[in-house]
Structure formats: structure tokens, C-alpha cells
């Protein structure tokens, strides 16, 4: 039977779970608050129009610049919050403990089937540990998503004033237009094209960078402590 190769993690403080949903109010409020989203738009257009506004003349090359950025930092964020060994190994313990639990059951094993309940709360625990763990980076990275999102919704992309070739073609779809909408807005549509490759590389990149003997060694030496005399 499998043994548990750690002890369950520490349950997180009330105080911090309580934060963050302050911090997903705020996003919704802000996500359905036309003034505010306008004003969060038009301070961020005060840094982003010069820099990648481009004068309206490279929507999709915006968009895709916009979701870099958002990408970077968000994969950045989950790097620096996550740790990828210590996950892979609660995965494995979760793995390991499903297939067992499955075995029991096929097998009417009723002894071990008492034995792997009684271990469930702890597995569960592991579990709500991980998922918490990756939620860490989630608010802070909304502080950078939420006003690059309303620049383009209200500041650039919803304003047909400042885009001045509205019209981009696809495979799916040919002079298809930024400011429609089939199940997303289109220009959504494109971000989303465009930014999840791009996310998948930079998570499959910080991971390997995480896995490597070489970060292992920086981090080592970082965090050595000085020995006393």
C-alpha cells in the first residue's frame, strides 16, 4: 500500500483567502463598471498608446503585443509561486492513490478499502494545498491583465475612432471586422489565437529553466547561509 511521503500541508490562513476574494469582487466590479473600466482604460492608454498603439494602423500586431506582455508576466508569476517538484510529487501521490483506491474496489478489498478512506482526508488536503498554492499568483497578475483588457476594450479596440483598418482575415473567417462578435468579440478571439501558444511555450520554458541543475545550483547558492565562526 502506498505511504505518504509528506505530511499534509498547513490549511491557509483565513485571512488570506479572505483577500482574495476581495481581490476577485474588485475584478468583477471593475469587469462590469463602464466608468470605471473607462478610466482604468484611459490612464493605461497613457502608457501603451505611444509605446504599441502603433496610431491604430496594427491592431493585430497590438493585440498580440498586449497578450506577450500579459503572458510573460502571468507565466512569470506562476514560476515564481510554484513549486513544479513539489507538485509533480503531489501528482504522483494523488495518481498513486486513485489507482489503488480503483484496485480495492475490484477486488472487494474490503481491509484495504478501510485503510485508503481513512488516508482520503489527507490525500484531499494535498490536493486543496496544490490548487490554493497556484492561486497565489492570480490577483496579482489581475492587477496587470485587468487595465491592458480595458485599454482594449474601451480605449482601442472598442473605439472605432482610433483603429483605422477595423478588418483582419483568418482561416476560419476572411474581412471579418474587430468590432463584431461570434461567441467572442472577434478581436478576443484573436488574442486568444495568438496568446495561448505563446503561454504554453513560456510555462513548458520556466519549467524546464525550474527542472535544471543549473537554476538549482543559483538557487543554492543564493540562499546558502553564511556559515557562523
Same mark, same amino acid.
Given at each position: 500500500m502506498m505511504q505518504m511521503a509528506s505530511p499534509a500541508p498547513q490549511k491557509k490562513p483565513a485571512s488570506s483567502q479572505f483577500i482574495m476574494i476581495i481581490g476577485f469582487i474588485l475584478v468583477f466590479i471593475v469587469l462590469f463598471n463602464q466608468d470605471i473600466r473607462a478610466k482604468i482604460g484611459a490612464a493605461t492608454g497613457y502608457v501603451f498608446d505611444p509605446v504599441i498603439g502603433f496610431e491604430g494602423q496594427y =491592431?493585430? $500586431?497590438t /493585440?498580440?503585443?498586449c497578450? @506577450? /506582455?500579459?503572458?510573460?508576466?502571468?507565466?512569470?508569476l506562476r514560476?515564481?509561486? &510554484?513549486d513544479w517538484k513539489k507538485t509533480a510529487r503531489v501528482q504522483a501521490t494523488m495518481? &498513486? +492513490?486513485q489507482k489503488e483506491f480503483r %484496485? @480495492?474496489? $475490484?477486488s472487494n478489498n474490503t481491509y484495504k478499502l478501510k485503510k485508503l &478512506? %481513512?488516508?482520503q482526508p489527507e490525500i484531499m488536503k494535498l490536493q486543496t494545498g496544490m490548487s490554493s498554492g497556484q492561486m497565489k499568483p492570480t490577483i496579482i497578475t489581475m492587477l496587470v491583465v485587468i487595465p491592458i483588457f480595458t485599454w482594449l476594450w474601451s480605449g +482601442? /479596440?472598442?473605439? =472605432? %475612432?482610433?483603429?483605422?483598418? =477595423?478588418?483582419f482575415d483568418t482561416p476560419w473567417a476572411f474581412h471579418a471586422s474587430f468590432f463584431k462578435s461570434t461567441v467572442f468579440p472577434n478581436w478576443v478571439l484573436i488574442y486568444m489565437t495568438l496568446s495561448i501558444p505563446l503561454s504554453q511555450v513560456l510555462q513548458r520554458a520556466f519549467k524546464m529553466v525550474s527542472w535544471s541543475a543549473w537554476w538549482t545550483r543559483i538557487k543554492e547558492k543564493r540562499f546558502k547561509r553564511p556559515s557562523t565562526i
Open positions: =491592431p493585430v $500586431l /493585440i498580440f503585443l497578450g @506577450a /506582455i500579459m503572458v510573460f508576466f502571468s507565466s512569470l514560476h515564481i509561486f &510554484t495518481q &498513486t +492513490f %484496485e @480495492a474496489k $475490484l &478512506t %481513512e488516508m +482601442f /479596440i472598442g473605439n =472605432p %475612432e482610433v483603429v483605422s483598418y =477595423p478588418y
